[in-house]
């Protein structure tokens, strides 16, 4: 009997030690306000002058001299990360995940906000990275690439109110190739020239003028940016190199202007640029493969092609839906997506959640096109080595791992900052951990503020709502540091393609109640 009391005893604390962590996984999560972080976030990173309306207080205007140098105006577009510089891929990649998630859920971040408040939040982030690169598309075979030096940047902690360090810009023309980087814009561009049209047509047109340059430009003068611009190789060198990005680019101009040049060029450079023969289980800033493979399985489910291009698009189909079976753990020997005993998909410790991320979206537009596809497909399912996947295994996926991201983790961490009850507080970012300049406006030189502001023990002075940390190692483990970088470090690419997911979300709980 003292025994059975005791362990009675001992479940009723151990229950009560966990009632706090059960209470939070059985809270419903909140995707309106998980939307409306992830839209404050963009203006976090804004470069440039600041607009009235900017939301985001404690930032100020930076940058305003960007290009001067140069001879051009290089003011505005988004700083990538905790860092002060301006790099042209991540920043075109944002833009167009930005772009691919209002064309999907309009109707979803429409009714999420009164009066359509989020639907012109999402304009305006986008506009805000579509604005520069129209200035940084100075002419027809130029492209301005970067704007800041990465080491000299690295080797300051400063507000970007306050930069001291380089400002140099880059460029890539048709003696120093970038295709890469070019095809990126112009997807970008032609992705954001769709969602503009119904509110802005002479903009969309603009986009689209610019987007059609940049792949002519990127498919005449062929080359790897960063072997063309030495300084970005040690952040963001292209390492699956061009291929994916001038595909990329083709289908999305096929979906914006439905000119079948663009689609013949997906078909006749499918193989020589690797789209129908690179199977691969990530989808990132850098490698496209899967983005653009599920692009063209959308051509084969609507039938927008020719007969003879049917074979070549069964082929993207079948290595999109690599990806995904990877994604769901059915792939079988061919591979699948290491997963945390948490559940997090795992590809690799550095900014782990972008893979995450970017997994969600793509399973739940992948889901909706296996959905649409009622004539083709009427089962609605992918065919796995491991058995068939449904599209509800999808959006169950992506749900899942948005959950994760939220807080429903082994941690009961939400790996969004200003999220939830407890989320990261010392984030890897320069404006963030620094006093505000609008507080204080004293200067901050690049000593001053590793002394006085980066080696601080306590919270950042400034929540940088919205944004997506790098997030836990493979075993669910997360140091809370500003030194973490791997963990801590925010990038504008890991929130973009939630911005769409997260209303999708909020619409479909919404719609499940009002049942």
Same mark, same amino acid.
């Given at each position: 009997?003292?025994? %059975? ?28 306000? #998980? ?9 976090? =990173? ?77 304009? !305006?982030? +986008?506009?805000?990275? /579509?604005?520069?690169?129209?200035? #940084? ?60 049209? @119904? ?14 340059? %940049? ?40 979906? &914006?202007?439905? =000119? ?7 078909? !006749?450079?499918?193989? !020589?640029?690797?789209? /129908? ?18 692009? &063209?399985? *959308? ?10 291009? *049917? ?18 753990? *059915? ?59 449904? #599209? ?6 992506? *749900? ?24 990261? @507080? ?7 951990? +620094? ?6 406006? $004293?200067? +901050? ?29 493979? $075993? ?13 470090? #925010? ?25």
């Amino acid at each position: 009997m003292p025994r %059975l009391v005791s362990m009675i005893a001992s479940l009723t604390v151990l229950t009560l030690l966990l009632l706090p962590f059960m209470a939070a996984a059985a809270a419903e999560l909140d995707y309106k306000k #998980a939307l409306h972080s992830s839209l404050l976030y963009f203006e976090a =990173q804004r470069s440039g002058h600041l607009p009235y309306n900017q939301r985001v207080h404690w930032r100020g205007h930076s940058g305003l001299a960007d290009g001067l140098q140069q001879g051009v105006d290089l003011v505005g577009g988004y700083y990538d990360a905790g860092d002060n510089v301006k790099f042209g891929l991540p920043m075109a990649f944002t833009v167009t995940m930005l772009s691919w998630s209002a064309m999907e859920f309009a109707d979803d971040i429409a009714s999420a906000g009164a009066d359509g408040e989020e639907w012109r939040h999402v304009l !305006e982030a +986008i506009k805000w990275g /579509t604005d520069y690169f129209i200035k #940084a598309h100075t002419a027809p075979d130029e492209l301005w690439a970067e704007v800041g030096d990465g080491d000299t940047d690295h080797y300051c902690w400063q507000r970007p109110e306050d930069m001291t360090t380089s400002r140099q810009a880059y460029k890539v023309d048709r003696d120093n190739p970038g295709s890469d980087l070019v095809g990126e814009t112009a997807a970008a561009l032609a992705a954001a020239s769709m969602v503009f049209r @119904r509110t802005n047509r002479h903009y969309a047109q603009v986009l689209l003028h610019h987007a059609r340059q %940049l792949f002519e430009f990127g498919d005449t003068h062929r080359g790897k940016y960063d072997s063309s611009i030495a300084e970005v190789e040690s952040y963001y060198a292209s390492v699956s190199g061009y291929g994916d990005e001038m595909l990329w680019a083709a289908l999305w101009l096929h979906r &914006a202007t439905g =000119q079948a040049r663009y689609l013949d060029y997906a078909v !006749e450079k499918a193989e !020589e640029f690797g789209g /129908t023969t690179w199977a691969i289980d990530e989808f990132s800033w850098d490698v496209k493969y899967a983005g653009l493979q599920i692009l &063209a399985a *959308k051509v084969l489910m609507e039938g927008n092609h020719r007969p003879e291009q *049917k074979a070549t698009l069964e082929t993207y189909k079948s290595k999109a839906e690599h990806y995904l079976c990877a994604c769901l753990g *059915k792939n079988g020997e061919a591979g699948n997506v290491n997963r945390t005993a948490g559940g997090m998909l795992f590809v690799r410790q550095w900014n782990n959640m972008q893979y995450v991320t970017n997994a969600a979206f793509l399973s739940t537009v992948y889901s909706r096109y296996l959905t649409a596809d009622q004539n083709q497909n009427q089962n609605q399912m992918m065919r796995c080595p491991d058995g068939p996947a449904r #599209a509800e295994e999808l959006r169950g996926l992506a *749900k899942a791992q948005t959950d994760y991201v939220l807080g429903d983790n082994p941690a009961g961490v939400s790996y969004m900052v200003g999220y939830g009850r407890r989320f990261p @507080r010392r984030v890897h970012h320069r404006g963030a951990s +620094i006093v505000s300049h609008r507080g204080d406006a $004293r200067f +901050i030189g690049c000593v001053q503020g590793y002394d006085g502001w980066f080696r601080r023990k306590g919270a950042n002075p400034n929540v940088v709502v919205g944004a997506i940390v790098g997030g836990p190692d493979g $075993r669910d483990r997360f140091r809370d540091s500003r030194d973490n970088y791997m963990q801590t470090e #925010a990038c504008t690419y890991n929130t973009a393609p939630m911005v769409g997911l997260f209303a999708h979300l909020h619409s479909q709980t919404a719609g499940s109640r009002r049942k």
